[in-house]
Nanobody
Framework: QVQLVESGGGVVQAEGSLRLSCAAA????????MGWLRQAPGKEREFVAA????????DYADSVKGRFTISRDNNKNTINLRMNSLKPEDTAVYYC??????????????WGQGTQVTVSS
């Protein structure tokens, strides 16, 4: 099992940028596909981005493609989500997530407590 802690959320104006980070505890971090999910008020949790265990593959939701970039550092047990050109509809709680499945499955088995991102218009 892996424990995940997110940081970096906050309030930003539309068209601004934020970087989310996730620290993972566990000796097998490099074996996990990692990703980000988000949940807006009144909506279901949705997939945002994923990255393969070795960083060799990434997947993005259509709504964030070209604006968000996911990365990982297996030496530091961390992943990041760089979010540019933010829109009010990006407002949500963002969750770091992990799975031993493939990066293109868009399914995760573990997630953290979440960090709030609010984009004002």
């Amino acid at each position: 099992q892996v424990q995940l802690v997110e940081s970096g959320g906050g309030v930003v104006q539309a068209e601004g940028s934020l970087r989310l980070s996730c620290a993972a505890a566990g000796r097998t971090f490099s074996r996990y596909t990692m990703g980000w999910l988000r949940q807006a008020p009144g909506k279901e949790r949705e997939f945002v981005a994923a990255i393969a265990w070795n960083g060799g593959g990434t997947d993005y939701a259509d709504s964030v493609k070209g604006r968000f970039t996911i990365s990982r550092d297996n030496n530091k047990n961390t992943i990041n989500l760089r979010m540019n050109s933010l829109k009010p509809e990006d407002t949500a709680v963002y969750y770091c997530a992990a799975t031993k499945g493939t990066y293109y499955s868009r399914r995760f088995d573990y997630w953290g407590q979440g960090t709030q991102v609010t984009v004002s218009s």
